[in-house]
């Protein structure tokens, strides 16, 4: 970037910055503590920002006014589209439902290979937003007959407020409500939003902390603990392991994976192990092979998981849902489109096992 260019875009974020009371909504922010000297102490996620005055948190979304923290991303939607639930992804959720998916600006992590991080690693007024209220989101879905909302893209823990307002009003009028998330979010904000989602797709980056802390800028300890819950609460769960070669693929991190699963979970939780593709600030490594998803994917069988899905690669077995008893193919898919799907009442048609899921 030259210099005219660089000097252009900070003078048109200061604009912004000065003229932000004129236009969107400004918001208090929910869980924060106010301290001496106009600080505040942010208590949304674990990270717990000390903020002074006129200082941002970590997420660039949450911001200290005259000893007050506001969010800066509510209703401010960076992104919309309606996309097949399978996107999610959610295999086992109503699938070949169609979801509205919205995102704001920012996230609470910062991981290297981002497929998003245009939009998440952006604060709100460096990208152009619709202002949509929680009433208007919902009036939308309504009139298009979209039964389901996705807050996802993102990390919608960072755009709480208006997610948790927009979950409520949602449930009211009798549309699911579905969260993406890597599940870095206190206890006592995911207790009060659980009520109103009706399934989370939770990332689980990597079983080392300590590749957490330095990587993604986050722990580890609090996404299992927030899985766990969200499981023990009865919300529809499907997790996702983005497999990256050197980094998380060894058989160290996947039985740990796998085995925590076991323990706190259940083998009935879909699994989906992603390809990775170079993105974002971590260009130096090749995509996954698929001999090495397919490996992956057959250490969790044989460990007894059911469910089973290796996404962002077409495959002939690991994309279809079959019987964990009679192992008919139930649900056949080929990427997002379902030709067929033979579960009827939430149960296999050949031996009647009850398939976990959430199916119509």
């Known amino acids: ?78 992104a919309s589209h309606i996309d097949p639930i399978e996107k999610k992804p959610q295999y086992h959720f109503y699938p070949n439902e169609e979801i509205l998916s919205i995102a704001t600006a920012g996230c609470n992590l910062h991981c290297k290979f981002c497929q998003n991080w245009t939009l998440s690693q952006s604060k709100p007024e460096e990208l152009s937003y619709s202002s949509i209220s929680p009433e208007e989101l919902i009036s939308s879905a309504l009139k298009k007959k979209i039964s389901m909302i996705a807050y996802t893209y993102s990390e919608p823990v960072i755009f709480y407020e208006y997610m948790y307002e927009c979950a409520k009003l949602a449930g009211k009028n009798g549309i699911k409500n579905v969260m993406v998330t890597a599940g870095y979010i206190n206890e006592e904000p995911l207790k009060k939003l659980i009520p109103y989602l009706d399934a989370v797709t939770l990332d689980i980056k990597s079983m080392d902390n300590e590749y957490y802390r330095k990587e993604i800028g986050g722990t580890l300890n609090p996404v299992l603990k927030n899985a766990k819950l969200i499981y023990e609460n009865n919300v529809w769960l499907e997790l ?30 879909p699994i989906h192990f992603l390809r990775f593709f170079p993105n974002y600030k971590m260009y130096d490594l090749p995509p996954t092979p698929a001999s090495e ?30 019987c964990p008893k009679c192992e ?13 799907n033979k579960i009827k009442n939430g149960k296999c048609p050949y031996c009647g096992k009850k398939i976990a899921g959430r199916f119509k």
């Open 1 to 78: 970037m030259d210099t005219a260019k660089k000097y252009t875009k900070i003078l048109f974020i200061l604009l912004l910055l000065i003229l932000e009371p004129l236009f969107g909504e400004e918001k208090e922010a929910q869980f924060y503590k106010k301290l001496d000297a106009n600080r505040v102490k942010c208590l949304l996620c674990p990270k717990e920002c000390i903020l002074k005055d006129g200082q941002r948190g970590d997420c660039g979304v949450r911001v200290n006014k005259d000893g007050i923290l506001y969010t800066l991303s509510y209703g401010r939607i960076a």
């Open 240 to 269: 996702v392991y983005l497999v990256i070669p050197g980094i998380n693929d060894d058989d160290g991190n996947i039985d740990l994976f796998l085995n925590w699963i076991k323990k706190n979970l259940s083998v009935d939780v």
């Open 293 to 322: 998803l397919s490996r992956i994917a057959k250490k969790a069988a044989d460990m007894g998981f059911h469910f089973i899905y290796i996404g962002n690669l077409r495959t002939d077995k690991y994309e279809d849902t079959y």
């Open 328 to 340: 008919k193919k139930l649900i056949d898919r080929s990427g997002y489109i379902i030709k067929y």
